[in-house]
């Protein structure tokens, strides 16, 4: 596998047109990729972003992505609802499910909230199979994201890799709870949106818990999003916007009756180096998918140059993009880092 | 979609001769992954001519009610969920007041100790207390004894005085009998000094005889009543000194009996002294008892302490299989979605 970054669409497709006999995957910014679709293959697969990650570390406006061994991938559309293609995901799982090596990547449209209804649609693939995924972006415009199989524009897309190399799926968290747990009373999940938090309006409980006043409630979104409470892990859920009812709409789905914690940031290169610690191996390949909400933080605090030399020092042959949302084996998730390495 | 497959089905159902093949030719536009389930649908309707109908509309009913017991099933959860929340507190407010209460019994346990070590304090220092009331006693006996002897000396002192009374008595009478005798002298010198007158010339010589005795007997007189005067004033003194003496004697004898309350003062001290001794034994006793109970409080509160953190652990280990089961919930949620997406979508 090969990380690739293109400045112009020209030049991403004299690339492609050079080298006919490999797959790619290709992260474009939204601007860009409908005109890009329309000279590809079906061995193209392009995923419109909010930034792009690349062996020069973050970019925004470029084209990156990797090529790969068609051999070795399968490409499969995943349609709406994505129980239509059930069948044609578990086909294409059969054939790889025996390699521990293997994992599937996810490319998911990031605005229509259907990333769980995809993950939920793949009941039939064992626990330990490896999955990553992001959800496709928009530059933050919030209006439409794209992928294509080439000129067909789809909903989402499943590719199966049947990997020869050893693979490793990692995740990177950079925030840690604090204080109390809160109880999610009431929500109304398939609308991702949470109405109550123990038993008052989600707004009002969210300010109280942070101590701050609800006016400012939204500033503190990214430095403070909630935690989803596991016996070994706590997954990350970020708000999006606080509703005229008090309500509070998120990236995610949030059951009612669950506990979550707060959360606050910590030194997200040191996190880094620990994350990047437990590699099995040195990786000839990295695939980064970073969350849009981090990428905004690392460009406040500045923090990207030095995240960029921690990675690429690590392996100078990776890939990604910024993402609305990231998927790690059968969880959805927000403000996280997923990671794929290749031996 | 399934009531239109439905219906031409049953249409080609009338010929009976339809194959798979001829169904799936004609539903050839359908995603790939619907084609599997379709063409079991239209078996059985295929098969069973008397089937008018591909249970679509079952499906429906039931998956609405699935829907709507779901939604009873959460809110069945919301009070489980609560409950749990509510124990949770519960349970940290009373490891919270547990371990308060650890904290007052180690300031007891402490204060206790410190009143042994007062108690043994003053028990010593009873022990001191009667070792001096006992070289107090000893003392004042020694001082009684003293006493006595002042006495003995004052009682010599009296018998003493009483014999120089009776000596100094003696004295007087000698002194008036020498007067008696100065005083007949005195007679018989005037006696003298008549005969001589009566004498004439020849008594001169006995005149002057008789005027010397009568000289000496009158100094004699005077001398003699000098020694009585003096003899006087001695008993007068001698008297004092004896009413002195007596005095003493009664001082002494007051100050004895003072003495000798004071000792059973002393003893009373003494006794006081033994009960509040005894007093502290009890105390003591019952210190020791009070630190042998609170070392057992304290096992028995650390046991609290440590089931309670093994239940705090197990509530943890609860509170995260929650979201863990809420995720099954959430993935029959999103089940029911694509349903409904189904059911929309024909």
């Known amino acids: ?343 | 979609m399934l009531k239109t497959m439905s219906k031409k089905a049953n249409k080609t159902n009338e010929k009976k001769t339809t194959t798979e093949t001829q169904i799936m030719t004609n539903y050839e536009n359908l995603p790939k992954g619907a084609i599997v389930d379709t063409i079991n649908n239209l078996r059985k309707c295929v098969l069973d001519p008397d089937v008018m109908h591909c249970y679509f509309d079952e499906t429906t009913a039931l998956s609405k009610q699935i829907s709507i017991d779901f939604d009873a099933l959460l809110s069945q959860e919301s009070i489980i969920t609560f409950g749990l929340s509510q124990i949770l507190e519960g349970v940290e407010y009373t490891t919270k007041q547990i371990e308060e209460v650890g904290e007052h019994l180690n300031h007891f346990s402490h204060n206790t100790t410190q009143t042994k070590q007062y108690a043994d304090e003053v028990y010593n220092k009873l022990e001191k207390s009667s070792q001096e009331i006992d070289l107090a006693k000893t003392s004042i006996r020694e001082v009684v004894v003293q006493m006595q002897s002042v006495s003995e000396v004052f009682h010599q002192f009296f018998d003493n005085f009483q014999h120089l009374e009776s000596q100094y008595s003696d004295i007087a009478n000698f002194a008036s009998v020498i007067t008696g005798i100065a005083k007949q002298t005195n007679l018989l010198s005037l006696n003298a000094s008549i005969e001589a007158a009566r004498a004439g010339e020849s008594g001169k010589g006995f005149s002057v005889v008789a005027n010397e005795i009568k000289k000496l007997s009158d100094e004699t007189h005077k001398n003699a009543n000098d020694i009585i005067g003096a003899l006087d004033r001695m008993t007068d003194t001698i008297r004092i000194l004896g009413e002195k003496s007596t005095d003493s004697s009664n001082v002494v004898k007051d100050v004895t009996v003072a003495i000798k309350k004071t000792d059973v003062l002393f003893d009373n001290i003494f006794k006081a002294e033994e009960e509040v001794h005894n007093q502290m034994k009890y105390v003591q006793q019952s210190q020791e008892e009070n630190l042998s109970q609170v070392s057992d409080i304290t096992v028995a509160l650390k046991n609290v302490i440590n089931k309670s953190n093994s239940e705090n652990a197990e509530l943890d280990k609860l509170i995260a299989s929650v979201q863990t089961k809420s995720d099954y919930y959430l993935r029959i949620l999103n089940y029911l979605n694509q349903l409904k997406m189904l059911y929309d979508e024909s």
């Open chain 1, 1 to 343: 596998m090969k990380s690739l970054l293109f400045s112009t669409v020209e030049e991403a497709i004299s690339h492609i047109e050079n080298y006919p006999n490999e797959g790619y995957v290709l992260h474009v910014p939204i601007s860009l990729i409908h005109k890009m679709s329309e000279k590809l293959t079906s061995d193209v697969v392009l995923c419109s972003t909010s930034g792009e990650y690349s062996a020069n570390g973050y970019k925004n406006g470029s084209i990156t992505g990797f090529s790969f061994d068609k051999a070795v991938a399968e490409i499969v559309e995943i349609v709406t609802p994505p129980i239509k293609s059930k069948q044609n995901l578990e086909t294409a799982y059969q054939k790889v499910k025996n390699n521990k090596n293997a994992f599937m990547l996810l490319l998911l449209d990031g605005l229509s909230g259907l990333e769980e209804s995809v993950i939920s649609t793949l009941f039939f693939i064992d626990k330990s199979f490896k999955i990553i995924g992001g959800s496709a972006g928009d530059d933050l415009l919030f209006k439409e994201t794209a992928i294509y199989i080439g000129k067909k524009r789809v909903k989402h897309v499943a590719i199966f890799f049947d990997m020869h190399k050893r693979t490793q799926l990692l995740k990177e968290n950079i925030y840690v709870p604090y204080g109390d747990k809160l109880l999610i009373t009431s929500a109304d999940p398939i609308g991702r949106t949470v109405k109550t938090i123990n038993g008052e309006p989600a707004a009002t409980a969210y300010a109280k818990a942070l101590s701050i006043p609800e006016s400012q409630l939204a500033d503190h979104f990214m430095n403070n999003p909630l935690g989803k409470i596991y016996e070994d892990e706590v997954l990350i859920a970020s708000p999006m916007k606080i509703n005229g009812d008090k309500s509070i709409t998120f990236y995610c789905q949030m059951m009612p009756n669950t506990f979550v914690y707060l959360l606050k940031p910590v030194n997200p290169v040191d996190k880094l180096e620990n994350t990047l610690d437990t590699l099995n191996f040195r990786p000839s390949f990295l695939y980064v998918i970073n969350c849009i909400l981090r990428s905004l933080k690392f460009q406040q605090d500045g923090t990207w140059e030095k995240f960029d030399a921690t990675v690429l020092n690590t392996c100078p042959n990776t890939t990604g993009f910024i993402s609305y949302g990231e998927q790690f084996y059968t969880h959805h998730v927000n403000q996280t880092m997923v990671m794929l390495a290749v031996e």
